[in-house]
T-cell receptor, first 116, second 112 residues
């Protein structure tokens, strides 16, 4: 069984450029989460979806960030325009319905973003 | 609101020694608690979880944790660590709507 698949694994870009991170959750999982990890702030939840619908985007830093989940097998996190302070590792995670397996998230290997 | 505090940012320990990683939580609702591990350049994976029942929870790789409601703690322990346990460990508590709220992480460094 494939786990959560993220792409790209590494991205180096220049300030002002658009960045798109992609995630394929585990088949059958109905919740999807985007986290950001930095040394200063640790793991931050940016947004999560249930059944492709955004439930809580209160962690999205500002309007430069947007996330979509057009179907159950694909999600994107877009940053436009990117800034150096967006440099971080971005993780996607998916899970079964909460009532079936509370709190067990399956994480991808992350996308390391460097904005110069 | 729910929150988690991991009391140690770094824990160095020698191989085969016991280790305890400390976690305290704050929650106004029924608590589910979790420990996740992150090996270098990888995503997080679940070590163990407390949902209800026995307060002593056993997880993978010989780790265990004890839920203490009176002290609002969920410390992680292992009686004898290996070099391969070197990783970052995150304590987490359930938030609203199925999301997890993570602590800042504890870096466990096992030395030979």
């Amino acid at each position: 069984d494939a786990g959560v698949i993220q792409s790209p694994r590494h991205e180096v870009t220049e300030m002002g450029q658009e960045v798109t991170l992609r995630c394929k959750p585990i088949s059958g999982h109905n919740s999807l989460f985007w986290y950001r990890q930095t040394m200063m702030r640790g793991l931050e939840l940016l947004i999560y979806f249930n059944n492709n619908v955004p439930i809580d985007d209160s962690g999205m830093p500002e309007d430069r960030f947007s996330a979509k989940m057009p179907n159950a097998s694909f999600s994107t996190l877009k940053i436009q325009p990117s800034e150096p302070r967006d440099s971080a590792v971005y993780f996607c995670a998916s899970s079964l319905p909460y009532r079936l397996n509370p709190g067990e998230l399956f994480f991808g290997e992350g996308s390391r973003l460097t904005v110069l | 609101a729910q929150s988690v505090t991991q009391l140690d940012s770094q824990v160095p320990v020698f191989e085969e020694a016991p280790v305890e990683l400390r976690c305290n939580y704050s929650s106004s609702v029924s608590v589910y608690l979790f420990w996740y591990v992150q090996y270098p350049n990888q995503g997080l994976q679940l070590l163990l979880k407390y949902l209800s029942g026995s307060t002593l929870v056993k997880g993978i790789n010989g780790f265990e944790a004890e839920f203490n409601k009176s002290q609002t703690s969920f410390h992680l322990r292992k009686p004898s660590v290996h070099i391969s346990d070197t990783a970052e460990y995150f304590c987490a508590v359930n938030g609203q709507g199925g999301k997890l709220i993570f602590g800042q992480g504890t870096e466990l460094s096992v030395k030979p």
